[in-house]
């Protein structure tokens, strides 16, 4: 049974850091692209940025373009979200999703996969930024 699980999430200060972790079961990891979400209430979900099955490309929405980071360690089956000088309006739901990497692309070049091409997705952590 294919799964995504994240974690991670919880109440941190605006200016600070946070790392989520998408952790990948029943599905061959270095096979999938895996693209990182959120929804905050009363909002559509949004992109917030990808990486390739390697690893070696990414992208990210304008919104966290050099706050966020994401990276991967396919020997662990993890994906990792990296999240720094958060804002308010950081705050939402995050999930992560799995795209089977012959039918996306991903590069630092052109925009992150749409929402529809990802075929799994995990149920989300919460990530609440407040002083």
């Known amino acids: 049974q294919s799964q995504l699980v994240e974690s991670g999430g919880g109440l941190v200060q605006p200016g600070g850091s946070l790392r989520l972790s998408c952790a990948v079961s029943?599905?061959?990891?270095?096979?999938?692209?895996i693209g990182w979400f959120r929804q905050a209430p009363g909002k559509e979900r949004e992109g917030v940025g990808c990486?390739?099955?390697?690893?070696?490309?990414?992208n990210y929405a304008d919104s966290v373009k050099g706050r966020f980071t994401v990276s991967r360690d396919n020997a662990k089956n993890t994906v990792y979200l990296h999240l720094s000088s958060v804002k308010p309006e950081d705050t939402a739901v995050y999930y992560c999703?799995?795209?089977?990497?012959?039918?996306?692309?991903?590069?630092?070049?052109?925009?992150?996969?749409?929402?529809?091409?990802?075929?799994?997705w995990g149920r989300g952590t919460q990530v609440t930024v407040s002083s």
């Open positions: 999703a799995a795209a089977y990497t012959l039918r996306v692309l991903v590069r630092s070049t052109i925009p992150c996969p749409s929402r529809q091409e990802y075929e799994y």
């Open positions: 990486i390739s099955s390697s690893g070696g490309d990414t």
């Open positions: 029943g599905l061959t990891v270095n096979h999938y692209a």
